[in-house]
Every structure is written in C-alpha cells, then in structure tokens.
C-alpha cells in the first residue's frame, strides 16, 4: 500500500490564482481530513469527509472547498489564493478505528 | 471552540536528559491522541488515551490522561538523538454525539538532542 499521497510536494502560486491540492488513499478507509500547517501554531482542520459524498467543514474552511466523489480521493480547491494561505497542508485518512494516517504534506508558497 | 495549549513550545536537551511536554483543554476531551513529527516529514501516530488517569508505557515514553480528562503528559527518559521533532497532543470531543475523528492539535513541542 502507499498510504496517503499527495501531489504536488512544492508549489508557488500567485495571487488571486486558483488551484487544486490533490489526496488520494489507497487504505479504503472512510473518514479523510484536510490541515493546514503554519510555524508554531499546530494543525488547523480545513475540512473532513465521513465517506464518499460526504463533506463538511472544519475550524478554517474559509477560501477552500472540497469534494468525495470516490472513497480513495479528497481533493483541496483553493480560490483566489492569498498570501494568508502560505502553509504546509496536509491530507490524512481513518479507518473506523482512531489513528490518523497523514500524507508527505505540500507546501503551497501565495506571492 | 476547543481549544488545547501544548508548553513549552521549545525544549533543547542533553542527550540522556529526560523531556516531558504538557496538553491542557479548554474542554473535557473523550480522548487524546499523540503525534510526533520529524523534521520536514508528517505526522506520526504514537498513542491513544481514552480513560481518566489512564498511563500507558512505549520504551521510553510514558503517557497520561489526567482524571479530569482535560490534561495529558509525554514524558521521554534519557533521551535520544531520534528523539528529535515536534511532539503533538490532539483531543476529541464528543460534544454529546460523534466528532468523527476530528481531532483538536496542540502547537506542539518542538524537542532539540544535542549529543
């Protein structure tokens, strides 16, 4: 299994662009996360998804939206990117049991 | 909202110095949950503690969950140079129904070994 990935790893955007962070786990598992990782501050929750279909938001969703169409694949959308949205984000995945397994993370750069 | 406060939020040890990091909620947590991150990686589950005054042993590492259930301890003896990276708490609440994994994040330690 490669557990969760994410692509891009690095990746430099512009104002007011948009883009799409990619997620995919191949652990079947249900529950998948969205965080965003700033120096000294921990992980944020953006948004999470109970299973295909399924989404809703987190503690900082604001600028980001998500879709589930499928169970392996949880991509992030950012609109209109700013510089507040420098950060490392990172995906993770849950079985039905406790522990979140996260992915290699991208770190996304707003200038 | 929920709120979990991690201090300190720097640690520079000896190597063979013992390390503890300390987690106090803003609420009564279901569970708590400990990561560690190493240097530029992700996340890595270590531990979950779910009953009050539960303490749990990894090797070197203790855990606990205090009886109020909103303050929990990592505790690293003699410490190692791969102990080093960012020691996160994460507590869940329920709330009165499920919180879907949700987990609230500390700010984490961020632990230095010099040899």
């Known amino acids: 299994n490669a557990g969760v990935t994410q692509t891009p790893k690095f990746h430099i955007l512009k104002i007011g662009q948009s883009m799409t962070l990619q997620c995919t786990q191949d652990m079947n598992h249900n529950y998948m996360y969205w965080y965003r990782q700033d120096p000294g501050m921990g992980l944020k929750l953006i948004y999470y998804s109970v299973g295909a279909g399924i989404t809703d938001k987190g503690e900082v969703p604001n600028g980001y939206n998500v879709s589930r169409s499928t169970t392996e694949d949880f991509p992030l959308r950012l609109e209109l990117a700013a510089p507040s949205q420098t950060s490392v984000y990172f995906c993770?995945?849950?079985?039905?049991?406790?522990?979140?397994?996260f992915g290699p993370g991208t770190r996304l750069t707003v200038t | 909202g929920q709120q979990v406060m991690q201090i300190p939020q720097y640690q520079h040890v000896q190597e063979g110095e013992d390390f503890t990091t300390y987690c106090n909620s803003s609420?009564?947590?279901?569970?708590i949950q400990w990561y560690k991150q190493r240097p530029g990686g992700h996340p890595v589950f270590l531990i979950q503690?779910?009953?009050?005054?539960e303490v749990k042993k990894q090797k070197r590492l203790t855990f606990q969950f205090g009886e109020a259930k909103k303050n929990s301890s990592l505790h690293i003896t003699a410490t190692q140079t791969t102990d080093v990276g960012t020691y996160f708490c994460a507590g869940s609440a329920n709330a009165g129904g499920t919180s879907y994994g949700k987990l609230t994040f500390g700010q984490g330690t961020i632990l230095t070994v010099h040899p």
């Open positions: 993770a995945s849950k079985p039905g049991t406790y522990e979140q397994y």
């Open positions: 609420t009564t947590l279901s569970n």
């Open positions: 503690l779910v009953k009050s005054g």
